[in-house]
């Protein structure tokens, strides 16, 4: 599988935030998805930073490695300041949303699945909503960490979308789409399982609203 760095080389016809905002906003057309504008800037952001793999990659004994969602937990655990506990629980949230929506395929592999990063995100972004950090953002951050709680699998599929029409992730095959379906509840995965000809039947758990 090619690197993050590699597929980021699609990104040529602008500079990475001009093509990101121009693709998140087709992203939540598509996917039908209404985004407070400071949201919008928040996911801008975010995939601006990490399709730099320092930003996402954590220096190990064992190499370039993404921290486990347990690990950053553990960090929150052991935060010896409020700020630290912000930074960490804002970590926790932006590396849950970015591996979800953009390497769903990828955890089928894991010991934990998509469910388990939409659950792990949309906590740490609630309770960044409900306590938000004193000097970030501004004063909207409170309303952007409660939208991104509130739609965390909205987001998943949009960052889906972008994905797509980035080349920053492979398609899922149909069984890995229905899994992701039955984990999340994503729209987006149902929409493409009926675009297949493929009738979703069971009810989803774990579904967000």
């Known amino acids: 599988m090619a690197s993050i760095g590699e597929r980021a ?6 500079s990475p935030h001009e093509y990101f905002q121009k693709t998140i906003h087709q992203a ?7 985004a407070d504008n400071d949201t919008v800037a928040y996911l801008v952001f975010l995939l601006v930073d990490f399709i730099r793999a ?5 220096r190990t ?4 490695r993404i921290r486990p969602l347990a690990l950053h937990y553990e960090r929150v655990l052991s935060s010896r300041s409020e700020r630290e506990r912000h930074a960490a629980l804002r ?6 949303l970015f591996i979800a929506g953009l390497f769903a395929d ?48 909205d987001f998943v599929d949009v960052l889906g979308e ?6 920053l992730k492979q398609d899922a095959n149909v069984l890995r789409l229905y899994e992701v379906w039955l984990r999340s509840g994503s729209k987006r995965a149902e929409r493409r399982l009926r675009a297949l000809g493929i009738e979703p039947f069971e009810a989803p758990h774990g579904t967000r609203h």
């Open 9 to 14: 080389k699609v990104i040529t016809s602008a």
């Open 28 to 34: 939540l057309h598509e996917q039908r998805v209404e």
């Open 91 to 96: 970590r926790l949230g932006d590396v849950a």
């Open 162 to 167: 972008v994905g797509d029409r980035s080349n």
């Open 61 to 64: 004994p064992d190499g370039l």
């Open 106 to 153: 990828s955890l089928e592999r894991k010991l934990v699945d998509i469910d388990y990063y939409i659950a792990m995100g949309g906590s740490a972004y609630g309770f960044l909503a409900s306590n938000p950090p004193p000097r970030a953002l501004g004063g909207g951050v409170a309303r952007v960490f409660q939208e991104l709680s509130d739609k965390f699998t």
């Open 54 to 58: 320092e930003r996402l990659f954590e």
